[in-house]
């Protein structure tokens, strides 16, 4: 099959990139790209370990054809920190233990910060909601509420 | 005692990386002409291969190499019995048994490579249900066994017909629980490395016990252990579940690496890895208990059969720790007890979180309430009657005289942080509407570490560098629980230095001391005191050197706040830096090895009596549920978990600890299940494997106790299973007060709720 040319903005860069008609956007990010934060658990969006910003919005990279975005601006997870000073809720989630074993961590991160660019002061409910598509299987969510919340206020 | 390092809620030392993305997973490593492996699995649970045709598969482009079992030197390997198959040579004995494995240029010339081999199958009649499997006369799932029995334990205590006759209630009941998938949100995934360094293969990879994975892979290959080199890398969750698994993985990519002479990288989809990796084992449980009117228990008889699947893999184990702990916390004259494990040709199980604890505590604790029930008490009270206290005699006949025996306490504030007892009595009452209340209890009592399972040492390397930075290597694993950052602040405590100077160092199995594996709720306790006598060593070093120096009595020297002080004085004599300058100049070397044995403990098999385990932990949670009658539904409502630990090292990871622990109680409890028939699973993604998600979670109170105990550094002992040990009784309990009625069956889902069995469900043939 035919690759097709494709560009679009990572992290603020701009990229062009042959693509295969049936390349996810997370082997895109982590095979061509080598962008290996985001990462995958499921393959079916389900467990939310792919998430990245797509045009201001929380997605699952495996379930977007790369060759569909076009033009499109992604945000991942190695694009939150700016300049070696690290997003705040990056500082939250060390600050406030949300992070275990970290395979979840960079979804988990993608989300809330889609949440916050949209509503900087989400209540505890509208952060459980933002978060329901990210599993965590060790962290029983406590600690990432707290920290979302710390720079929610 | 005051403490610097230790006891305090310190962040984690490889958080950075991890919020960052950098933080590098085995999928994340990328080599220089990098193979990938794929694996044929089989079509069937049961059935004999009659033939295996390769060409196809070799001809396709881009395949480098095919292997089957006929290439392997030894096909078989295990930790206990040397029984699970790499690959099936002349049967497979469950679904998910690899057939075959492919190494190609990309993913796609491998899955398309699989698509090319052909297998001839005879499919053979299964055996699915442990009890059948137990009858005389069954078939056989190994062909060359007498019969299917993996395992059996015996305790013996008293006399319980005597117990029986003199007890005045008597009841008899059967629990079962489910099998459970581990969840960890990091499928499988490693590389093997040919030739590198000079061993033969080095493997890096998503690995909880690279020990165990070392000695499977090298004796797989049928080559020295030094020729073998397991690096760990961050792992995206274990839960007991990145062993066995990760073995097979391992010798499978070891092989096809070697064979092409190029890296070769294997990583699991959800669905493969919930098709092949081991679960928790569903157990089938009789209990019958005996007591006064009073309420003083007489006798307990416990039968226990566990699932094995198809291979012995951790079983024997996992049934001795239930063996020990059926009774649940209580004062019994009179115990028989017998847990079996049995093949069948189901999905194997193994070690998770709990490990053989989670099943009982939900049959006993069930009991409890429902023997309270009988004897119109409370089943606080009931409880409160029974309990150890110190110097309890245990069902094994072991005293516990060692350690500060914490239920009462762990009970008492629960029972208080939950308002429990005024919340039992509101509930009790009659509830109008459909939506009901409820609120339960569960107790327990662990040993911690690994008991008379297996010696039980850890080792430590704590090397200063010439610069004054530390390096700590020790066999022992993060498998995201914290345990770099908790072993960092013990060096750091010990030392009196800042967190900052130290590095824990990946398990790299060439270097790091064998320590046994990263179990049992072990590591704290076990690791943490190895770490505490290294930097201890090198602090009576360092103390040597600078009392020389300065001409002060080493025991008048006290290291804090990166200095070294003069103890009567309180004077700062010489900052840590200098002290290693000094130190260099002098040629003294300032790197040790720690090492931790635990206590002796003894074990009669044939009596189950002896001292299995050299300590205990104590737990209590308590749920409040709310339970919709008209509909199933349960929704807990919060969740109340006082655990002794002895001493928190990190308080903060402690938190996670419960939280974690929690919520995954709370899907065994009302959530989880892995739905097998006829040895095919059906929910192989978590589109229908369903795990809590952050709209499931309950409000939870951790409550931390802290009794600090002899063997455990600065006190600690262990958290890391308690926590999910408690939750699925403690629900349960509370959806029978709300509902009046009792669900035996473990997950309490919504049919169960609703009508009182579970509608009949299974996989289907692919
Ligand atoms: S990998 Fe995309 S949602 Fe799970
Ligand atoms: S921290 Fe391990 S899955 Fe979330």
Known sequence: ?153 | MVYSKVNKPIIRVDAYEKVIGKAKFAADLYFPNMLYGKVLRSKYPYARIVKIDIEKALTCPGVEAVITADDIPNNEFGVIVQNQQVLARQQVLYIGDGIAVVAAETKEAAAKALGLIKVEYEELPGIFDPEEAAKKGAPLVHSELENNQVVHHRLRKGDTERGFAQAEVILEREYTTQFVEHAYIEPESLVAVPYEHNTLVTIYGSIQNPFSCRNAVASVLKVPLNKVRIIQNHMGGSFGGKDEVMSSMAARAALLALKTNRPVKMVNTRDESILESYKRHPYKMKYKVGATKEGKLAAMEIKCLADSGAYACQTPFVTWRSVVQATGPYELPNVKTDTYGYYTNNVYTGAMRGYGSPQIIFAQESLMDELAEELKMTPMELRLKNIYHNNSITASGQKLDNHQVSLEEVINKAVEASNYKDKYREYSKPQSGDKKRGIGMAISFRGCSLGAEATDAAGAIVAIQRDGSILISCGLAENGEGLKTVFTQIAAEELGVDIRRINYMEVDTSVSPESGATVASRSTILGGNAVKNAAHQLKETLAEIVAAEFKIKTNNLDFKNENIYEKNKNQKIISFDEAITLANQQGIFLSVYGWYKAPDISWDEENGQGRPYFTYVYGCQIAEVEVDTATGQIEVLKMTAAHDVGRAINPACLKGQIYGGVMMGLGYGIMEEVETANGYIKNTNFDEYLIPTVKDMPEIIPVIVENPDPHGPYGAKSIGEPTLELGAPAIANAVAQATGKRIRHLPLNLERVLLGHSLSKGGTKK
């Open chain 1, 1 to 153: 099959m035919s690759k097709v040319t494709v560009t679009f903005i990572v992290n603020g860069k701009e990229v062009t990139l042959k693509v295969g008609p049936k390349e996810r956007l997370i082997d895109t990010l982590r095979e061509q790209l080598k962008l290996t934060g985001t990462k995958e658990g499921c393959g079916i969006g389900e467990c939310g370990a792919c998430t990245v910003i797509l045009d201001g919005k929380a997605v699952s990279s495996c379930l977007i054809l790369t060759g569909q975005i076009g033009g499109s601006e992604v945000l991942t997870i190695e694009g939150l920190e700016v300049d070696g000073k690290l997003d705040s809720l990056q500082k939250a989630f060390i600050d406030c233990h949300a992070i275990q074993c970290g395979f979840c961590t960079p979804g988990m991160l993608m989300s809330a910060k889609a949440l916050l660019i949209h509503n900087p002061h989400p209540n505890r409910e509208e952060i459980k909601t933002a978060l329901e598509g990210n599993l965590c299987r060790c962290t029983g969510y406590e600690q990432i509420i707290e920290a979302i919340e710390s720079v929610a206020k």
